[in-house]
């Protein structure tokens, strides 16, 4: 894997759209909602923003597109109601006289344009979009459409701007103790810990961020016959005896967007997809393979990033409650010395896992969408010069990412094993809370 690898990701691609308005082709439509999702992926790994960020960018805007979608079939409700602080939202001035599709597409844009640092990709996007609008279609149903997506776009950015976010930014930033047990900063970067104040973040569906702290905990204990020191040697041994289809498992979940890299005296970083990025990938990779209709592969978008966004502020939250040490501080301190892991360290606390947290929520909005035993190849990491992965199911897969992270040295088996239960039920709230009333079937 090169630099110039990871830079093969970065592609803007601008569908082409034969005519406007409800003659539009159907195909047109959903490779449309794909390929934003595709456009925001990329600008979210350009404009390197962190895991816990990246969630929130990959949410608002399929919220927005499926709100203005759904108004086609009263079979999918509005979220209004159901998402914390999401009230209610602007009906269209004439119903009849507005393309949803086209609204959809336009909300989408502009809520993905006041997320990302590259606005641009989003503005040029939207107007190559527009004007392919122009030739042959009715500029009134054109122009409502188009008003009528900016005016719900509006409404989810000033939903989304009181989630805390900005208050976040201002908070104080997490002060670590080299107190035995709690986390502290590790190589190579030895960098400040990560959003510490993610917890305090406007959940979507949850009651708070503390609704699914698990009950179990991984507690910090130095004796030989606890339970962490018993994973501390499992990690231990682990890393020590790493075959080729474990180390080719934690390799192809690594998803850092930041790896840094040193060699001699050049340090620079690699920049990948995100793991709520990964998450959505598969989202569409199932949409495409299943060539699923518009409505329901908004649907899907919208549950499976909501899902991922509830599994990470469920987990930060824990993560800065816990403040449980990492592997690799330990063991250097107190086993063995010249010990790394096979991949670089994150910098936040231990327990629980961002992987297995949101890998878990995602797969159970999936496995609802697409069945139990939905089998599929994942070609996520073809651009980062990595091979896909085929799985069996969802969860499969969603398994496969959290052990991951313990064959790459990083967490602790039985954090592994809690995380795991505590994204499936944050999955499934989020399934209980938003799916009462909407048809899922795919086929």
Same mark, same amino acid.
Request: charged share 20%; with cysteine.
């Given at each position: 894997?090169?630099?110039?690898?990871?830079?093969?990701?970065?592609?803007?691609?601008?569908?082409?759209?034969?005519?406007?308005?409800?003659?539009?082709?159907?195909?047109?439509?959903?490779?449309?909602?794909?390929?934003?999702?595709?456009?925001?992926?990329?600008?979210?790994?350009?404009?390197?923003?962190?895991?816990?960020?990246?969630?929130?960018?990959?949410?608002?805007?399929?919220?927005?597109? !499926?709100?203005? =979608?759904?108004?086609?079939?009263?079979?999918?409700?509005?979220?209004?109601?159901?998402?914390?602080?999401?009230?209610?939202?602007?009906?269209?001035?004439?119903?009849?006289?507005?393309? !949803?599709?086209?609204?959809?597409?336009?909300?989408?844009?502009?809520?993905?344009?006041?997320?990302?640092?590259?606005?641009?990709?989003?503005?040029?996007?939207?107007?190559?979009?527009?004007?392919?609008?122009?030739?042959?279609?009715?500029?009134?149903?054109?122009?409502?459409?188009?008003?009528?997506?900016?005016?719900?776009?509006?409404?989810?950015?000033?939903?989304?701007?009181?989630?805390?976010?900005?208050?976040?930014?201002? *908070?104080?930033?997490?002060?670590?103790?080299?107190?035995?047990?709690?986390?502290?900063?590790?190589?190579?970067?030895?960098?400040?810990?990560?959003?510490?104040?993610?917890?305090?973040?406007?959940?979507?569906?949850?009651?708070?961020?503390?609704?699914?702290?698990?009950?179990?905990?991984?507690?910090?204990?130095?004796?030989?016959?606890?339970?962490?020191?018993?994973?501390? *040697?499992?990690?231990?041994?682990?890393?020590?005896?790493?075959?080729?289809?474990?180390?080719?498992?934690?390799?192809?979940?690594?998803?850092?967007?930041?790896?840094?890299?040193?060699?001699?005296?050049?340090?620079?970083?690699?920049?990948?997809?995100?793991?709520?990025?990964?998450?959505?990938? =598969?989202?569409?990779?199932?949409?495409?393979?299943?060539?699923?209709?518009?409505?329901?592969?908004?649907?899907? !978008?919208?549950?499976?990033?909501?899902?991922?966004?509830?599994?990470? =502020?469920?987990?930060?939250?824990?993560?800065?409650?816990?403040?449980?040490?990492?592997?690799?501080?330990?063991?250097?301190?107190?086993?063995?010395?010249?010990?790394?892991?096979?991949?670089?360290?994150?910098?936040?606390?231990?327990?629980?896992?961002?992987?297995?947290?949101?890998?878990?929520?995602?797969?159970?909005?999936?496995?609802?969408?697409?069945?139990?035993?939905?089998?599929?190849?994942?070609?996520?990491?073809?651009?980062?010069?990595?091979?896909?992965?085929?799985?069996?199911?969802?969860?499969?897969?969603?398994?496969?990412?959290?052990?991951?992270?313990?064959?790459?040295?990083?967490? !602790?088996?039985?954090?592994?094993?809690?995380?795991?239960?505590?994204?499936?039920?944050?999955?499934?709230?989020?399934?209980?809370?938003?799916?009462?009333?909407?048809?899922?079937?795919?086929?």
């Amino acid at each position: 894997m090169n630099f110039s690898a990871s830079k093969k990701w970065v592609k803007v691609f601008i569908p082409c759209f034969l005519f406007f308005g409800h003659t539009l082709f159907a195909q047109s439509k959903e490779k449309t909602l794909h390929e934003l999702n595709s456009l925001l992926i990329n600008a979210v790994m350009d404009d390197l923003f962190n895991p816990p960020v990246a969630s929130r960018i990959y949410t608002y805007p399929n919220i927005a597109f !499926y709100e203005c =979608i759904r108004r086609q079939d009263a079979a999918y409700p509005s979220l209004a109601g159901k998402l914390n602080g999401l009230e209610q939202l602007p009906s269209p001035a004439n119903e009849k006289q507005t393309d !949803y599709f086209v609204a959809a597409a336009v909300s989408f844009s502009h809520v993905g344009q006041a997320l990302i640092g590259s606005e641009y990709k989003f503005e040029d996007w939207r107007k190559q979009f527009i004007d392919s609008l122009k030739t042959g279609g009715d500029s009134i149903v054109l122009e409502n459409s188009v008003q009528y997506g900016k005016q719900l776009a509006n409404a989810v950015i000033a939903w989304m701007k009181k989630d805390n976010y900005g208050e976040t930014r201002a *908070m104080m930033r997490y002060v670590y103790t080299k107190k035995e047990g709690r986390w502290q900063p590790t190589p190579v970067d030895f960098a400040a810990a990560l959003e510490p104040n993610w917890g305090y973040m406007r959940p979507m569906t949850l009651k708070n961020s503390a609704q699914f702290s698990p009950k179990q905990k991984l507690v910090f204990n130095p004796s030989k016959k606890s339970v962490f020191y018993k994973n501390i *040697m499992e990690v231990y041994k682990i890393g020590k005896t790493l075959d080729s289809v474990k180390t080719a498992i934690a390799w192809y979940w690594d998803d850092n967007p930041n790896i840094s890299v040193e060699k001699g005296h050049l340090n620079y970083f690699l920049h990948k997809i995100s793991p709520g990025g990964h998450w959505i990938m =598969i989202t569409r990779q199932a949409c495409l393979e299943k060539n699923v209709p518009l409505l329901k592969a908004a649907q899907a !978008y919208a549950l499976t990033s909501v899902a991922i966004y509830d599994g990470i =502020i469920s987990c930060w939250f824990e993560k800065f409650q816990q403040d449980l040490v990492r592997p690799v501080t330990y063991i250097k301190k107190h086993i063995d010395e010249k010990w790394d892991p096979l991949i670089q360290t994150p910098p936040f606390p231990e327990f629980t896992s961002g992987h297995a947290v949101l890998s878990n929520a995602a797969a159970a909005v999936l496995t609802k969408l697409f069945g139990e035993n939905y089998s599929f190849t994942d070609n996520t990491e073809i651009p980062f010069d990595i091979r896909p992965r085929t799985f069996s199911s969802f969860y499969k897969a969603a398994e496969e990412s959290s052990w991951s992270r313990v064959y790459g040295g990083i967490h !602790y088996p039985e954090t592994a094993r809690i995380s795991i239960k505590q994204g499936r039920l944050i999955g499934q709230y989020v399934l209980n809370k938003l799916l009462s009333q909407a048809e899922t079937k795919t086929k």
